[in-house]
């Protein structure tokens, strides 16, 4: 059975930490890797990682994958109290259409 | 770009009734649309996964005669839940792919309360 496993389940941090969030998987037939931020709706989508060591980023926000180590990290650099959100990690584990296995999600919350 | 609108976003309603919840891709075309449950603090789980044109595939455990699928054209797909009842309640989110490979995009969820 494929497995995402997300760490922490939740943290609190002041506005300007930096923070690290971890997620680790096991699936067969890996695709991609997709981490999502849901906040009071659905979640919005914030990078597919395909390859290994490659760094994605947009603004703040950047995250790697490491293929070999079944692990991604989701990086936000001087965080706001609008980055609270939970963050969820999926995996298109590339069975039947393609379907997503999401993790349980980190609540990263920013306090001022 | 990549925008999947759903509609209803709210919906309070009598046990026994069957509510209709859309979800369109506004700016394109959607091959594979998904139906996840949301229970609270908890992440989505997906329901079934359909395909433009052809029959849902149901995950285990979901009844295809409760939760009826349709995916009649590549931007709309509807999921209707039939004669609803309080243990239904829950948030129900849509998904749109254009093709395999591509990232899902999410509509904003319809929270179901049956009372």
């Known amino acids: 059975e494929d497995k995402v496993v997300q760490s922490p389940l939740s943290l609190v941090v002041h506005e300007g930490d930096t923070v690290t969030l971890n997620c680790s998987y096991e699936?067969?037939?890996?695709?991609?890797l997709l981490w999502y931020k849901q906040e009071k709706k659905a979640p919005t989508f914030l990078f597919m990682l395909?390859?290994?060591?490659i760094e994605k980023k947009s603004g703040r926000l950047s995250s790697i994958l490491d293929k070999k180590e079944l692990f991604s990290i989701l990086n936000i650099t001087a965080t706001q109290t609008g980055d609270s959100a939970v963050y969820l990690c999926?995996?298109?584990?590339?069975?039947?259409?393609?379907?997503?296995?999401f993790g349980k999600g980190t609540k990263l919350s920013v306090i001022p | 770009g990549a925008v999947v609108s759903q509609h209803p976003s709210r919906v309070i309603c009598k046990s026994g009734t069957s509510v209709k919840i859309e979800c369109r891709s506004l700016?394109?075309?959607?091959?594979?649309m998904f139906w996840y449950r949301q229970f609270p603090k908890q992440s989505l789980m997906l329901m079934a996964t359909s395909n433009e044109g052809s029959k849902a595939t149901y995950e285990q455990g979901v009844e295809k005669d409760k939760f009826l699928i349709n995916h009649a054209s590549l931007t709309l797909s509807t999921l209707t839940v039939t004669s609803a009842h309080p243990e239904d309640s829950s948030f129900y989110i849509c998904s749109a792919r254009s093709s395999v490979g591509q990232p899902q995009h999410f509509g904003d969820g319809t929270r179901l309360s049956i009372l």
């Open positions: 699936v067969t037939n890996f695709r991609s």
């Open positions: 700016d394109f075309q959607a091959t594979t």
């Open positions: 395909t390859s290994s060591g």
């Open positions: 999926a995996v298109d584990s590339g069975a039947g259409s393609y379907q997503l296995t």
